[in-house]
């Protein structure tokens, strides 16, 4: 279940793309209201998922946050799956969480549509005006909400069922046979060289972090986690315009609110280039007031043009005070998603260059001394408490992109075993992996 801090990025920076639609308020007492919202569900759904927030309005090209009418009854998750059941063929289950802007309080639904539809979804009744019976929706630039026009969008639609058709076959084949993938080991050349490129990032965001505070949350005062991935044969791009390009096409798709290589629009935290990299610094310090002002909100990242991608970031747990002290316990199944969400990113960008093999893969967490194995959202049993005597480790491997795409479970848990063994040999279990896996890649977190 996701937490606040984890939606709130949705309220605080609105910004609509493929994967994120805002509506005004909607009454979904309504039968036009309802057909709004089911034709955005329909055309997310068939993108591979998404969001759709409520009660933003376009204000001169800006989406500001509005209060709810006192006539529009609230949105519930029951109304909200029964608008969708009314139009859409087959039906699927939405989940709805009501987020609290941080800044004016006014509560705002958050509409979490799953995205691993094995088949595409249609309109199955008329609304006029709004939605067409027998009509397929999906999400084009724009954003919008439109039928499948061309071959292309088409083919791109049946192969996004064709991959959640795969995937369910390979969880059907997982559960009659364990599969196991190795992490590869790199190559001492490419090892070294990803680990040159990540020693290199991480000086330059010490060099930026330089004239802060020593106890800045920007500094990660209680330890961070650095992800290096490697686009094993890319062939470079021209220049940082053209990587820009890619990296926004390889964003198009948000697994959670806070995603690794976040491409901020604020001018204070949006990427900028800085010799032959694109860089961001989320953590940077502005007159502008900010709404998140920890560790797990101040990343730092760069990426080449040559394919190299490198991102730092405190420890969310440290973010939670009212439940736990800062530095004292590292959350059971965050690691999944970390690492996962960033691997995820790397393979999207390899997408948009030539000739790539394999993508390699360096992670480093610092400051696991002392903390304890936990579950942050009580949603795991974690018992005894299994503490870590190891202030850092660091794990590498190198991985496919068809293993990326068909055993990603076996890979994370090979890459991650060594660094939940350091909690007094806690044992991953290969299930704890691809649930997590799974409810990530439907955009439940």
Not at 90 to 115: D, K, L, S
Not at 336 to 346: K, N, P
Not at 371 to 396: G, K, Y
């Amino acid at each position: 279940m996701p937490t606040t801090e984890e939606l709130q990025p949705f309220l605080v920076e609105p910004r609509e793309d493929l994967a994120a639609e805002y509506k005004t308020w909607l009454d979904l007492t309504t039968n036009d209201h309802k057909a709004i919202l089911a034709k955005a569900s329909i055309a997310m759904a068939n993108h591979g998922g998404g969001y759709i927030i409520v009660g933003f309005d376009d204000q001169g090209h800006q989406l500001t946050s509005v209060a709810r009418p006192a006539a529009v009854p609230e949105v519930s998750q029951d109304v909200v799956n029964a608008a969708i059941q009314r139009f859409a063929a087959p039906a699927f289950h939405a989940e709805v969480y009501n987020v609290p802007h941080p800044a004016n309080g006014i509560v705002h639904p958050v509409i979490v549509v799953p995205g691993n539809m094995t088949e595409p979804v249609m309109s199955k009744r008329d609304c006029p005006g709004v939605i067409a019976q027998n009509r397929c929706y999906i999400r084009k630039p724009g954003p919008r909400s439109e039928e499948p026009q061309t071959g292309d969008e088409w083919r791109e639609l049946l192969r996004r069922c064709v991959l959640a058709g795969r995937e369910d076959m390979l969880e059907a084949i997982r559960s009659i046979v364990s599969g196991r993938v190795e992490p590869a080991a790199l190559p001492p050349d490419a090892r070294a060289e990803l680990h040159d490129f990540l020693e290199q990032a991480r000086a330059r965001w010490e060099e930026l972090c330089a004239n802060l505070p020593e106890d800045a949350a920007a500094r990660f005062p209680q330890g961070y986690y650095e992800m290096a991935f490697s686009l094993v044969g890319a062939e470079s791009a021209p220049n940082l315009g053209e990587l820009q390009n890619r990296l926004q096409t390889a964003h198009r798709l948000r697994l959670t609110g806070w995603p690794a290589f976040l491409m901020m629009n604020t001018n204070e935290w949006a990427p900028y280039p800085h010799e032959d990299f694109v860089e961001a610094w989320v953590g940077r310090p502005s007159d502008r007031q900010r709404n998140y002002e920890d560790s797990a909100h101040a990343d730092f990242w760069r990426v080449s043009k040559g394919g190299k991608l490198y991102t730092i970031r405190g420890y969310s747990e440290d973010s939670h005070a009212e439940r736990l002290a800062p530095g004292s316990a590292i959350d059971i199944t965050l690691p999944v998603w970390r690492i996962a969400e960033g691997l995820l990113f790397a393979a999207r960008l390899a997408e948009t260059f030539e000739e790539v093999e394999a993508i390699s893969v360096e992670c480093r967490f610092t400051g696991l001394n002392d903390r304890v194995l936990t579950s942050v959202n009580r949603d795991r049993a974690v018992f005894d408490d299994r503490t870590s005597h190891t202030p850092e480790i660091v794990l590498t491997g190198q991985v496919t992109l068809d293993q990326v795409r068909d055993n990603l479970t076996e890979f994370m848990h090979q890459l991650l075993t060594p660094l939940y063994e350091r909690f007094d040999f806690f044992q991953l279990s290969t299930e704890l992996v691809d649930t997590e896996l799974g409810r990530l890649r439907r955009g439940r977190f």
